[in-house]
C-alpha cells in the first residue's frame, strides 16, 4: 500500500486491480480535499456527490442554499457506500469527462 500523502484511515477491503486506485494503484492525488454526501450509486466505479453551502445575497439581505454536484471515482479497496454516507473526496487527474476526483474515506450515516 502506497502513502497517499494525505492522513485518512487505510482502507480495509481488498485490491481488485484497478489501475485508478490511489492505495494500489498508479493514480496520484493532488490538489483538492473535499467533503460531500453521496447522492448517487448509478453508475459503475463512479459514485455522485452533493455538496452544499450556504450564500448572502446584498440585494435581499438575505441567504440563499447552493449545491454543488460532482462525480468521484470510487477504488474497490475503499469498500461500500450507501446513499446519505458523508465521504472524503481529493483531486486527481480527468479519469473522465465529469470525473476528476477520486474518494480517499467514508464515513458512515448522514451529515
Same mark, same amino acid.
Given at each position: 500500500? %502506497?502513502?497517499?500523502?494525505?492522513?485518512?484511515?487505510?482502507?480495509?477491503?481488498?485490491?481488485?486491480?484497478?489501475?485508478?486506485?490511489?492505495?494500489?494503484?498508479?493514480? %496520484?492525488?493532488?490538489?483538492?480535499?473535499?467533503?460531500?454526501?453521496?447522492?448517487?450509486?448509478?453508475?459503475?466505479?463512479?459514485?455522485? *456527490?452533493? %455538496?452544499?453551502?450556504?450564500?448572502?445575497? /446584498?440585494?435581499?439581505?438575505?441567504?440563499?442554499?447552493?449545491?454543488?454536484?460532482?462525480?468521484?471515482?470510487?477504488?474497490?479497496?475503499?469498500? /461500500?457506500?450507501?446513499?446519505?454516507?458523508?465521504?472524503?473526496?481529493? /483531486?486527481? %487527474?480527468?479519469?473522465?469527462?465529469?470525473?476528476?476526483?477520486?474518494? *480517499? /474515506?467514508?464515513?458512515?450515516?448522514?451529515?
Amino acid at each position: 500500500m %502506497r502513502d497517499i500523502g494525505v492522513d485518512v484511515k487505510n482502507p480495509t477491503d481488498e485490491w481488485d486491480g484497478d489501475a485508478n486506485c490511489p492505495f494500489y494503484g498508479s493514480l %496520484r492525488l493532488r490538489g483538492q480535499v473535499l467533503e460531500g454526501t453521496v447522492s448517487s450509486l448509478g453508475m459503475q466505479k463512479t459514485i455522485t *456527490i452533493e %455538496r452544499n453551502n450556504v450564500r448572502y445575497m /446584498e440585494k435581499y439581505e438575505r441567504f440563499e442554499k447552493r449545491t454543488s454536484v460532482l462525480s468521484a471515482h470510487l477504488p474497490a479497496c475503499i469498500g /461500500e457506500v450507501a446513499v446519505g454516507d458523508t465521504v472524503k473526496v481529493m /483531486e486527481c %487527474r480527468p479519469l473522465s469527462k465529469t470525473v476528476s476526483f477520486c474518494v *480517499i /474515506e467514508t464515513t458512515g450515516g448522514e451529515a
